[in-house]
């Protein structure tokens, strides 16, 4: 039996990247996907691509009646929706944004928009539909956590999306709905390769631990947020535990040494 057999899925952006990477690995654990994006051709093309199993609806997250449009659709085909994978993501290339001082309004917006709001609805509008025990997977990032000069205002997207998982996970616990943030860093090409755990991870790296957060695998976890990204946003911690390994900290012992920003001292 596979992981996913039987389930219903919703993937919003499904038709590139980690959305569909995530689409044809749930098609391959048994799933049955709806995936949606902005643009009929190419929706249409990835789902010939996938070939089975599978169903595009175009439509824009960020727009409410488009939302209704997709979930009546849902509810038609299949009755119900047993996973919901929030993905869709109007950045592009989010680190190359303008820094403070150049942003515009179109820029916060368009970003905030689809990242937030389209979000944000996608999950309220998706729970008429969903049984109890059902997963919600929200694509974040660790930009969340960084402080890039030209990514502030898709960092605080994300963050905002970190924080929805918490809070909504608070809401659905009563229905045992299990709600988590996937954080990876960046999907990159070989050029990107500079070693093993520093390299950019792939879409279907992170699609097999989307897959594992919908799964009854994880079915005691909720309100986290899974880190697919080498090491990457761990790299303070990483550093303190080789200090702590090596002859530097050779009079340290018993100690508990706090990498943190001050926030536990303060
Ligand atoms: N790639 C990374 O390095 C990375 C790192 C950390 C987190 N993430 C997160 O992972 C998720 C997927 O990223 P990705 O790299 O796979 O991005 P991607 O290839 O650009 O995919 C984004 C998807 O969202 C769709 N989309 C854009 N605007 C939309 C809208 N208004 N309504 C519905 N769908 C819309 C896009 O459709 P079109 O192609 O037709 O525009 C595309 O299918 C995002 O949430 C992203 O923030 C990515």
Redesign the pocket.
């Known amino acids: 039996m596979s992981k996913l057999d039987g389930k219903i899925a919703l993937i919003?952006?499904?038709?590139?990247?980690?959305?569909?990477?995530t689409a044809k690995e749930f098609v391959g654990e048994g799933a049955y996907v709806f995936i949606?994006?902005?643009?009929d051709p190419?929706?249409a093309a990835v789902v010939k691509e996938i070939g089975r199993s599978v169903t595009g609806v175009q439509?824009?997250?960020?727009?409410l009646r488009?939302l209704d449009r997709l979930f009546a659709q849902i509810k038609r085909d299949k009755g119900r929706l047993d996973i919901v994978v929030?993905?869709?993501?109007?950045?592009?290339f989010?680190s190359l944004g303008p820094p403070l001082g150049q942003i515009t309004e179109e820029h916060f917006d368009s970003l905030f928009?689809?990242?937030v709001k389209?979000l944000l609805f996608t999950v309220q509008k998706a729970l008429a539909l969903m049984p109890d025990g059902a997963s919600i997977i929200l694509?974040?990032?660790?930009?969340a956590g960084k402080g890039w000069p030209t990514s502030s205002v898709?960092s605080a997207?994300?963050a905002v999306?970190r924080s929805f998982a918490r809070a909504w996970t608070a809401v659905l616990k009563d229905r045992r709905i299990r709600v988590n943030a996937?954080?990876?860093?960046?999907?990159?090409t070989p050029t990107w390769h500079v070693s093993e755990a520093r390299r950019?991870?792939t879409?279907e790296e992170?699609a097999e631990a989307v897959a594992f957060l919908a799964s009854e695998d994880s079915s005691h976890i909720t309100g986290s947020e899974l880190f697919v990204d080498g090491g990457i946003a761990q790299e303070a911690i990483a550093k303190a535990v080789v200090f702590l390994a090596s002859e530097d900290s050779s009079y340290i012992t018993g100690s508990e040494l706090f990498v943190d920003g001050l926030i536990a001292q303060v």
């Open positions: 919003t952006g499904g038709n590139s990247g980690i959305g569909l990477a949606t994006g902005p643009r190419e929706l439509g824009d997250v960020s727009n488009d929030a993905n869709a993501d109007g950045s592009k989010a928009d689809i990242n389209g694509n974040a990032s660790i930009l898709y997207t994300k999306v996937i954080s990876s860093s960046f999907i990159g950019t991870a879409s992170i």
